[in-house]
């Protein structure tokens, strides 16, 4: 319906002018200067090289399709259940996250913790009661202490804007440990020892550049006595004064002095053992220089998706189809399955060829190969059909039927009373003029 301008003036709302001026501000929540569900790394991993290590891999598991689907009875997929777990998982986690930034948060705190657990904050029914109950939305929790049956977790309450402490049964929470804690998250892994090495790079980079010039004063004299001593203090501070005060940092000296300055680079081999601790991490993690700088080959991320990706979303879509799918469901052919889009990865100049083969082989029809290159579906039936096209391909209805030939065209019967009139047989000594005869 076309608004007039009186309706827009009737309904028109705007979130600048209409504003309740007795509205109370206490009711909305504590507020915060930063986002404070975000995920904090801890154990100084933030300051790290690792970080970018962790969030490469936390964005590329984010890519994958997780979604709540059917299977025949061969294991196969067959369709999307729409379910508020799908929903969860694909559009709306919980309040501030989608399902991809979910499944980042998922990624990144298990790099950090070691073993994370996502905690269903909704759900229709209560899971103490029953367990055939649907999860409304979720959220990523630190676990805290663990328990036989349960386990305490922090988890973000989106009501009161706090972080706050739940004890949750092992059985109504999905507990994801990292596949690399070995490598990650154990006390004296590849990861931890260059973490420290790193960390004592920083600290020898901040006593180098402290501002402090790191200088000697040799003066003309000897300093025993107490005299020389407060004589050489006093000349010192004369020293820092000049430099200080001057717009330049310029002091003067006399000719019988000599300075000597210290800060010169300091000669070890902290450097190597980083570069080699990185080149090791690289290789247990099974990621190169190349992904992380986008200019890896179609075989390296083919390796880096087979050992490092697929083992991560895997363990996080096994503990959520073991947790939060019920044994009736599961019999019942319902999973958790991920999938990964392999035409992301083709050129543009592959595409063509691809898509011959694929359509000509009935794998994929033409309006899901034009949703891949970004098109709109066409409206024609065929392209919906599992045909190949280079082949001609009789209309449906159009097969084509033997006529039956009508009595009266068909040859009559060979009356055995009546002669019939054959030629002689021509042999290749039969004499000319018998041919000629034969022939009129």
Partial sequence: M???????????????RNREPTHNYQNVGQGYSHRP??????????????????????????????????????????????????????????????????????VMSMFDEGCVAI??????????????????????????????KHVRVRVYNENTGNREEVLIAKKNVAIIENPLYAVVNEH????????????LLDMVDE??????????IQLPYTIKSEARRAQ??????????????????????????????LNRPIENNLMKQIEYLTTLLYGQLGITQSILDGTADEQTLLN????????????????????????TARSQNQTIMFFRDPFKLVPVTQIAGIADTFTRNEIMTSNEIRQIIGMKPSDDPKADQLVNSNLNHPEAGMMPVEEEVPMEEQMPMEDPSVEVETAPSVGA????????????
Avoid at 10 to 16: M, N
């Fill in 429 to 440: 000594d039969t004499p000319m003029s018998e041919l000629m005869k034969a022939m009129n």
């Fill in 207 to 216: 006593q180098s550049s402290a501002g402090k010039l790191d200088l000697i």
């Fill in 119 to 148: 905690v269903p904050i909704e759900t229709s029914l209560n899971p103490a009661v029953t367990s055939s109950y649907d999860i409304l939305s979720m959220r990523t929790g630190k676990i805290l202490e663990w328990y036989p």
């Fill in 2 to 16: 076309e608004l007039t301008l009186s309706s827009r003036l009737k309904h028109a709302w705007d979130v600048f």
């Fill in 37 to 106: 569900d975000r995920v904090r790394l801890s154990k100084g991993n933030e300051k790290t090289i690792v970080t970018s290590i962790f969030n490469r891999i936390a964005i590329d598991v984010a890519q994958l399709n997780v979604t709540h689907c059917r299977l025949d009875d061969n294991g196969r997929f067959t369709s999307n259940i729409n379910s508020s777990l799908n929903n969860c998982l694909n559009l709306e986690a919980n309040l501030d996250q989608t399902g991809r930034a979910f499944l980042h948060d998922v």
């Fill in 304 to 327: 880096y998706h087979s050992r490092t990706i697929e083992p991560i979303i895997s363990a996080i879509v096994d503990e959520m189809k073991r947790k939060f799918l019920t044994k």
């Fill in 232 to 261: 050489a203090e006093s000349r010192r501070k004369d020293i820092e004064m000049q430099l200080k005060d001057t717009k330049y940092g310029i002091a003067y000296t006399d000719s019988t002095e000599r300075i000597t300055q």
């Fill in 188 to 199: 004296n892994s590849t990861t931890q020892r260059l973490m420290r090495k790193l960390a």
